[in-house]
Nanobody, 117 residues
Framework: QVQLVESGGGLVQPGESLRLSCAAS????????MGWYRQAPGKQRELVAN???????NAADSVKGRFAISRDNTKNTVYLQMNSLSVEDTAVYYC???????????WGQGTQVTVSS
């Protein structure tokens, strides 16, 4: 069974940084497009950033210039570096893996990020 395990969430103050990690197992990681989504209380889940199997990246306008997604295919891990965090970034962050052109799509269990003074 495919597993995506997120880590790195926590409680930080505005302006601080966090790095989220998502370790994948039981998939051909290098073939998958990977993404980070988030869901704040009372809001819909939204895309934060994604990275294709080829390394092309995309980020939501709200995080451009502050967040960066990267991947290490040797470690089957995708990262989300989050800088200059604000209260509005508070959410549960989810890792997502999708094999383009197929129905193979998987979610992690989520990790809580709370930004508060």
């Amino acid at each position: 069974q495919v597993q995506l395990v997120e880590s790195g969430g926590g409680l930080v103050q505005p302006g601080e940084s966090l790095r989220l990690s998502c370790a994948a197992s039981r998939i051909m990681f290098r073939l998958y497009d990977m993404g980070w989504y988030r869901q704040a209380p009372g809001k819909q889940r939204e895309l934060v950033a994604n990275i294709t199997s080829g390394g092309n990246t995309n980020a939501a306008d709200s995080v451009k210039g502050r967040f960066a997604i990267s991947r290490d295919n040797t470690k089957n891990t995708v990262y989300l570096q989050m800088n200059s965090l604000s209260v509005e970034d508070t959410a549960v962050y989810y890792c997502h893996a999708v094999l383009r052109g197929t129905i193979s799509s998987h979610w992690g269990q989520g990790t809580q990020v709370t930004v508060s003074s």
